[in-house]
């Protein structure tokens, strides 16, 4: 499936014939309805859905705005929206008869999700972690292997998560009997999609939430963007409402000027990654460059096809928040709220108490809460 000019299958024609089957079981499942109802009841009964809408009071009264909505996917089981995901594609890797799941990860949530899922389904689980995170994410990736996955270390490159997917993709060109379950609304045809649909829950429960809760529609919505399942989640049920206005937020690391961030759609170059054509850290020679945030969940040299797409068309307003700013953020939530929010989540807070002011008190704004911070505690203890 292609958004406009963005998205499409830059893939081997060996992995596109892989990909072409994962496709057509993917289409045939959700039309199924003991697939749709057996994914329900995993939902609801393991991995705690809906999770809840709160108002976060204090924090509001602190922003001095609208009403600030927080949807707490950091209560899902796991601690974030990764589950939604891995649930939905190792139900359609069952389908297909495979054993062995592999997967990539940054911030190591969706690592911890494919492998809880692996445990669950009874099915081999390696997950490729760049070393750099690795060391940022030692907790989760302890929680890997207590869980029984194979964490493969990624050593080449900026050793990040562009590199875990890199390793993950030749992996499955060498093992045909693997299926990779990606993490982020990335990719080739058709994980793009196939991500967006079992992430909207996000946004259909949010939906309905707010409406029985302020009986009516938010005036924003606000998610933090990596690679962008999160937020593409969130966003899916509102982009119809033309009076949400919609924002994702990149990670502007130490500052858009110093070269040193994560934001592709300021860097503003079109190109190929990972099989797909969209927006990316690119430099004037094609190379792309190595993207960099303090959250490793942000920190991805480009952006899924959709939110180029939706960048393009300028339904979603793109822009980014720094690493000092997402951090100050992390500690005002947790002082205020009780709330200790993932650093991913912590970029979308701080832009969301900058634009409450932008609308009336009487208004709300909803910030999914992506995941739990506890996995950023050693980030934050080792800052100066």
Do not use: W
């Not at 649930?87 to 911890?112: C, D, P, S, W, Y």
């Amino acid at each position: 499936m292609n958004y406009g000019e963005f998205g499409g299958q830059y893939v081997p024609q060996e992995l596109k014939e892989k990909l072409n089957e994962i496709k057509k079981e993917f289409k045939e499942a959700i039309k199924a309805k003991e697939f749709i109802k057996e994914y329900k009841y995993y939902l609801k009964q393991y991995v705690g859905r809906p999770s809840s809408l709160y108002y976060a009071a204090n924090l509001t009264k602190y922003a001095d705005g609208a009403k600030i909505y927080l949807k707490r996917e950091d209560l899902n089981h796991t601690g974030a929206h990764k589950i939604n995901n891995a649930i939905g594609q190792i139900l359609i890797a069952r389908r297909m008869n495979k054993k062995h799941i592999i997967a990539e990860t940054g911030a190591g949530q969706h690592g911890v999700a494919t492998a809880t899922a692996c445990c669950l389904f009874n099915m081999k689980c390696t997950i490729f972690m760049g070393e750099e995170d690795i060391k940022r994410q030692y907790v989760n990736v302890e929680k890997m292997k207590m869980l029984g996955a194979e964490v493969v270390s990624v050593t080449r490159g900026n050793a990040t998560l562009k590199e875990a997917v890199d390793e993950a993709f030749e992996y499955l060109l060498k093992h045909q009997d693997a299926f990779y379950l990606i993490g982020s609304a990335v990719g080739p045809e058709p994980y793009p999609e196939m991500v967006k649909y079992f992430q909207k829950v996000i946004g259909e429960e949010a939906k309905k939430q707010i409406l029985k809760q302020e009986h009516k529609l938010p005036k924003a919505i606000i998610a933090p963007v990596g690679g962008g399942s999160n937020s593409i989640g969130l966003f899916t049920d509102f982009i119809k409402e033309k009076d949400v206005d919609i924002y994702g937020i990149e990670g502007a690391g130490l500052g858009l000027s110093t070269g040193k961030h994560a934001s592709a759609i300021y860097n503003n170059k079109i190109g190929i990654l990972h099989g797909m054509k969209t927006y990316l850290m690119e430099d004037d020679n094609g190379n792309v460059k190595d993207a960099y945030s303090i959250s490793s969940g942000l920190d991805y040299p480009g952006i899924g096809p959709e939110h180029a797409y939706l960048n393009k068309i300028g339904r979603v307003k793109y822009d980014s928040i720094t690493d000092k700013e997402a951090v100050e953020a992390f500690k005002l939530l947790t002082k205020l709220e009780g709330i200790i929010p993932a650093l991913e989540s912590a970029h979308a807070i701080a832009y969301a108490i900058k634009v409450a002011k932008k609308y009336k008190k009487t208004d709300s704004i909803i910030v999914n809460l992506s995941g739990r911070g506890d996995k950023d505690l050693n980030t934050i203890l080792n800052l100066k």
